[in-house]
T-cell receptor, first 111, second 113 residues
Framework: AQKVTQAQTEISVVEKEDVTLDCVYE???????LFWYKQPPSGELVFLIR??????QNEISGRYSWNFQKSTSSFNFTITASQVVDSAVYFC????????FGAGTTVTVRA | DVKVTQSSRYLVKRTGEKVFLECVQD?????MFWYRQDPGLGLRLIYF???????EKGDIPEGYSVSREKKERFSLILESASTNQTSMYLC????????????FGQGTRLTVV
């Protein structure tokens, strides 16, 4: 069974629009970690952000922000004022012993 | 600069061949992982290792095995390659602890004909 679900397969926006990526996870553990990774066209996955299960405080880092809600098992990620360089595949991941990834969301930012 | 290096970017193998994919990391990481990436399925965990000579099955271990004789090297073995193993294979490593980020290699595009 998929432990990490990214319901959005593809998102296309015009530059400067905000983009929100949804992620729903499933785990029985009380201690776990959530991540977002970016895979640009070059192919190498790059770590973006992380959150542990005990810290539900939402944060902003530059143009990135994230919304962690334990009650709904969701860990959504927003890119504010998108740029063409944000075009990539974005993966949500859960580490509750194994590091599991979702299917990814392809984001296309058009100039 | 931290590095995870996979021995080949592209490989073409014949059905039934035994295939070795090699991964080396220079960060002294305890944890190492092998994933395969297929369109629409994301990254699926094949095997992982939290220490030398230790290995654990991931979500899709069938048809694969691994070897970790040294801390820096984690090998993925396809015992008898089949066409349904044509895929992009990604290696990753991380420090101990669930909250540390994983560093990925460039990937190996394997085609089995």
């Amino acid at each position: 069974a998929q432990k990490v679900t990214q319901a959005q397969t593809e998102i296309s926006v015009v530059e400067k629009e905000d983009v929100t990526l949804d992620c729903v996870y499933e785990t029985r553990d009380t201690t776990y970690y959530l991540f977002w990774y970016k895979q640009p066209p070059s192919g190498e996955l790059v770590f973006l952000i992380r959150r542990n299960s005990f810290d539900e405080q939402n944060e902003i880092s530059g143009r990135y922000s994230w919304n962690f809600q334990k009650s709904t098992s969701s860990f959504n990620f927003t890119i504010t004022a998108s740029q063409v360089v944000d075009s990539a595949v974005y993966f949500c991941a859960l580490n509750d012993y194994k590091l599991s990834f979702g299917a990814g969301t392809t984001v296309t930012v058009r100039a | 600069d931290v590095k995870v290096t996979q021995s080949s970017r592209y490989l073409v193998k014949r059905t039934g061949e035994k295939v070795f994919l090699e991964c080396v990391q220079d960060m002294d990481h305890e944890n190492m992982f092998w994933y395969r990436q297929d369109p629409g399925l994301g990254l699926r965990l094949i095997y992982f290792s939290y220490d030398v000579k230790m290995k654990e099955k991931g979500d899709i271990p069938e048809g694969y095995s691994v070897s970790r004789e040294k801390k820096e090297r984690f090998s993925l073995i396809l015992e008898s390659a089949s066409t349904n193993q044509t895929s992009m294979y990604l290696c990753a490593s991380s420090s101990p602890g669930g909250g540390t980020e994983a560093f990925f290699g460039q990937g190996t595009r394997l085609t089995v004909v």
